[in-house]
């Protein structure tokens, strides 16, 4: 009778996740991924990548053809575009790709929030119930139904993970400490702005438990994990930093990405957004209303809850709190440190919002029906399953398509195809360009828009040019002392040139960026004439943070069955004992 009635359980928890994602996910496949805000461009990012790996450059950064040489995978972070590109090969259309990429995210945050929960409260009616409760956050699905923003709602995935590694650390048996290690990886390749957040938090949590790094092991394993984490996201980290140190680029600068406090002020919420449609708001603020009841239901539920567990109960109650505080407060944001205005808007600490409140919201959920039915466990989970479908109905109530356009993603793959090799700056994101061509497409839109080499200072005659991907060759003659050639690529690492006559032989000359951000080339004085080759070679630095993050990988898996295999021995020697 008892395996009968956990069997139907089981059933009933398949069954609720499955529908979750049925009617969650099939709101994805029958919307426009090209009629949310970022989707186009998302769009426009993956076919570009899919082409510079068609033309065998590893690793794919600089599209050709896209606005003289466009870096499309150099700061944004890789993994949502890998999954995209992969998904949409195999089915033959990319922004199907992305609706399945987005689908498998979910899917996946389904799956860690359940472990997390699980593995903290040891209950499946609450592990469940703050599952299906994270991913009906309206603001969780606005990302992905209204923004398009695939980095953020993928980043999201990777916090129950997170913390269900820290727990594990801090609170619980630390054999799955490992879990911080591959929750940092995944926020790091989806979102930086997701991940920064999350470290703050993870940070505070660190020094919530500081009197526990007081134990040798503790300490060990949470260096270990920081030690991974660098090396298997080494990379994506190295050619990032590379550039925010050797040039001035759009999303570095705070004042082109709007992330001085002024500007991320300006971006707050009201309360009333929290809860109804404000004309004109940019999203759905929303916040769940089931779960909020649930969550504001703390006041009675904080004295059920086990001792071991009270600090991680507070703690996520201060951090919703806070998160949504921080989402409505203009003043705090006019006077925060530069780094964290990089936020942009304060409102995405709703995502984080979302996590600490359906974890709440869950526990409480699981202790108030324990009440109802006098401390009976049996048969809750089938009452516990049924609320959260309720929470389910109400972010499905939602009508997320007024806010979003009726762009087809069909004729916009086609429109992509046709002009793959002519996509002008208007079109993409601008953000990953030098901050003086961003600068210059306000000031003289046609010298930006120029394919054709210019000569900067001095004289010479242009007798042919020539461009071949990321090969630019010119011959030049009658080149007087001290002159300058600009060339239409956008000036990234990794470009190299050189000039060579008869006379003179061959010799390397220096890339510099020009005042709009291509490739300025200053001519040796020697040379009268000659051949000038520029060409983008990938830089061997980038080979070698590959090699080390392969390395790590097959450290880290080494390690994990490593450790898996010592936690098993000593349970069997706990046997026996």
Not at 41 to 60: D, T
Not at 340 to 350: A, D, E, V
Not at 364 to 376: A, D, M, V
Not at 405 to 424: C, Q
Request: charged letters at 20%; aromatic letters at 14%.
């Amino acid at each position: 009778m008892e395996k009968s009635k956990k069997y139907l359980e089981r059933i009933y928890i398949v069954i609720a996740i499955l529908l979750t994602l049925f009617i969650l996910g099939k709101v994805v496949i029958e919307s426009s991924i090209c009629g949310t805000n970022d989707g186009y461009l998302h769009l426009i990012k993956i076919m570009g990548v899919n082409e510079i790996i068609k033309q065998g450059q590893f690793p794919p950064i600089i599209d050709a053809g896209f606005c003289n040489g466009y870096a499309l995978n150099l700061f944004y972070n890789p993994l949502t575009t890998y999954i995209s590109l992969i998904c949409g090969l195999i089915v033959n259309n990319f922004a199907l790709g992305i609706k399945i990429m987005l689908i498998i995210m979910m899917f996946v945050a389904i799956i860690f929030m359940y472990m997390f929960l699980k593995n903290v409260t040891k209950k499946t009616g609450v592990a469940v119930a703050g599952a299906i409760f994270y991913v009906t956050n309206p603001y969780y699905l606005s990302n992905i139904y209204i923004r398009g923003a695939i980095g953020e709602s993928a980043a999201l995935t990777f916090l129950p993970l997170l913390f269900l590694g820290l727990y594990s650390l801090f609170n619980g048996d630390r054999k799955k400490h490992y879990f911080i290690t591959i929750a940092a990886t995944g926020l790091i390749l989806t979102h930086n702005i997701t991940t920064l957040y999350a470290a703050i938090i993870s940070f505070i949590y660190v020094i919530i438990n500081f009197n526990k790094l007081k134990e040798k092991d503790i300490l060990i394993k949470l260096l270990i994990n920081i030690l991974f984490i660098v090396g298997l996201t080494i990379f994506f980290i190295y050619p990032l930093l590379l550039h925010s140190f050797s040039g001035e680029y759009v999303i570095f600068d705070s004042d082109l990405m709007r992330t001085n406090g002024e500007r991320v002020a300006s971006g707050v919420i009201s309360f009333k957004e929290l809860f109804m449609e404000i004309p004109g708001q940019e999203v759905i603020f929303r916040l769940n209303i089931i779960q909020v009841v649930l969550f504001i239901l703390s006041i009675f539920c904080y004295r059920f809850i086990d001792k071991k567990d009270r600090k991680i109960y507070l703690s996520f109650i201060i951090f919703a709190i806070l998160s949504v505080i921080l989402c409505m407060t203009k003043n705090i944001w006019k006077f925060a440190p530069d780094i964290l205005c990089n936020i942009q808007f304060p409102w995405r600490l709703l995502g984080f919002s979302g996590f600490f409140i359906s974890t709440i919201a869950g526990i409480n959920l699981f202790i108030i029906l324990k009440k109802i039915f006098k401390n009976k466990e049996n048969g809750l989970i089938f009452v516990i399953i049924s609320i959260a479908l309720l929470s389910l109905l109400y972010a499905y109530s939602l009508d997320y398509k007024d806010y979003t356009t009726k762009k087809d993603d069909n004729e916009s793959i086609e429109f992509i195809n046709n002009n793959i090799n002519n996509i002008v700056y208007m079109n993409i994101n601008r953000e990953y360009m030098p901050s003086k061509t961003y600068i210059a497409l306000y000031k003289n839109q046609e010298r930006v828009k120029g394919d054709n080499v210019f000569i900067l200072e001095g004289e010479a005659l242009i007798e042919s040019e020539n461009k071949n991907e990321l090969i630019y060759d010119i011959k030049l003659s009658d080149i007087k002392e001290n002159t300058s050639i600009e060339v239409p690529f956008l000036y990234y690492k990794g470009y190299s040139a050189y000039i060579e006559n008869e006379k003179n032989g061959r010799k390397e000359i220096d890339v510099k960026e020009s005042d709009y951000g291509f490739l300025k080339i200053d001519i040796p004085n020697e040379y009268e004439n000659g051949m000038i080759k520029v060409e983008y070679k990938t830089p061997i630095t980038y080979y070698i943070v590959y090699i080390i993050s392969f390395v790590t990988l097959i450290g880290f898996i080494i390690y994990i069955v490593l450790n898996t295999a010592k936690s098993k021995n000593y349970e069997k020697i706990k046997e026996i004992k």
